[in-house]
């Protein structure tokens, strides 16, 4: 009978002393015995007031300043209410001060309308916070065709959308025109 080769011993993975362990994971001291610690889903947090749910949002601005142009964006992880806030404070900015240039007059409603698709949607899908930050949430104040800058920018807006559809018609007329 052959007895087996001595094993031998394993030497133990270097661990660092020092390495802490992550914040999310549960001490497993207070765990019941033989519980594996299951990690807490990352809940991600609004980079304004610290409270969640929040959600990445990315809103759009235009400034039409008649030969110059400007483009801004504000994009970030925000919660409901802040993510309203410059959502809101961006549609009325770009409301008053986007139309002021010939490509700027048609680049606002685009910018204006992407906003509603993309940001604002994604703050509807978004739940109303449910914990608190480490400073009260940005104020989202009235919604923007209820501010006095949203009822003027409505104006221009008409002017746009008059030229528009004076321009198809002429292209319509045209057309129909040729045909003839
Ligand atoms: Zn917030």
Redesign the pocket.
Known sequence: MTTPPPVPPTQAPYQNPYQSAPYRTPHPAYGPPGAVPVPAPIVPL??????GP?ARVSVRGHQGMIVMMRFLRHQGV??K???TAIFRGMQTDTLMLGWWGPLSAFITPVTLLVNLLSARSVLNDLPA?TTW?WRP??DPGKPVLRRPAGLIALVPMALVGLIVAAVLTLFAIGVVGALI
Do not use: D, I
Not at 46 to 51: D, N, T
């Open positions: 609004c980079q304004v007031c610290g409270a929040a925000f919660c209410t802040c993510g916070p930050g949430p940005l």
